[in-house]
């Protein structure tokens, strides 16, 4: 369990906190972690730990909380001004690649999740998920997309997004883990590649889009000489 801090000192020094752990977990792992480091880290006292923590458990849950909703918040903000459904998928796609790069501790603290506390893992794709299945519904209310499962496209697309971001933001070219700090976004062609693959499986049958002519019925075919009409 946390505690939520009463004062804007209380405020400031709980984010101190997560910040540090962040930044050990992603750098030397969950195991290799300790709140010693943490609050070194920090610049904080040991026991100020525990005004805002139970332990390391705690604290890492509450990272991978953080790391969240930040990049939630980045993938609905970028997406909010978007005019069609494919529009915020390239929006949010974009936002979600930038904050990788950025942050480049989300992966590497999400993969520990699933070892760690499977319970936060779950909890961080599914809180993704449940966002875009809502967005695909209205999506295909609006004729914006196809008629398919939402669940298993908004699973399908968080996927993309993960392994297209791990491969060009997180990996180095040869493959090997990379140094610490920010990483280079995604390269332009491999995004551009990637949408355009995203909008084929998204867009709607030909007589299924706003404003289609509907398909012509076809001509009966004409009698035989010799039959009966």
Do not use: C
């Amino acid at each position: 369990m946390s505690a939520a801090p009463r004062t804007a000192r209380g405020t400031r020094t709980r984010a101190k906190l997560l910040e540090a752990a962040e930044s050990v977990f992603a750098s030397v792992g969950y195991h290799e972690a300790s709140i010693v480091k943490i609050t070194e880290a920090a610049g904080v006292g040991l026991g100020t730990f525990y005004l805002y923590f139970d332990g390391k458990q705690a604290i890492f849950d509450e990272v991978v909380e953080d790391l969240n909703r930040r990049v939630r918040h980045a993938m609905t903000d970028a997406a909010r001004s978007a005019g069609t459904r494919l529009e915020a998928e390239r929006a949010g796609f974009r936002a979600f690649f930038r904050f990788t790069a950025q942050h480049p501790a989300l992966y590497r603290i999400i993969r520990q999740a699933e070892f760690v506390s499977p319970g936060a893992l779950r909890l961080h794709y599914t809180r993704i998920v449940n966002g875009y299945i809502e967005g695909l519904k209205a999506a295909q209310l609006s004729g914006e997309v196809r008629e398919m499962d939402p669940t298993v496209a908004a699973w399908a697309l968080m996927g993309i997004g993960e392994l297209i971001g791990m491969r060009w933001v997180l990996w180095d070219e040869e493959g090997a883990e990379p140094a610490a700090g920010a990483r280079p976004d995604v390269p332009d062609e491999v995004f551009e590649e990637m949408m355009q693959f995203i909008e084929r499986a998204l867009a709607p049958d030909a007589g299924s889009a706003p404003g289609a002519a509907p398909a012509p019925t076809p001509n009966p075919t004409p009698p035989q000489e010799g039959t009966a009409p």
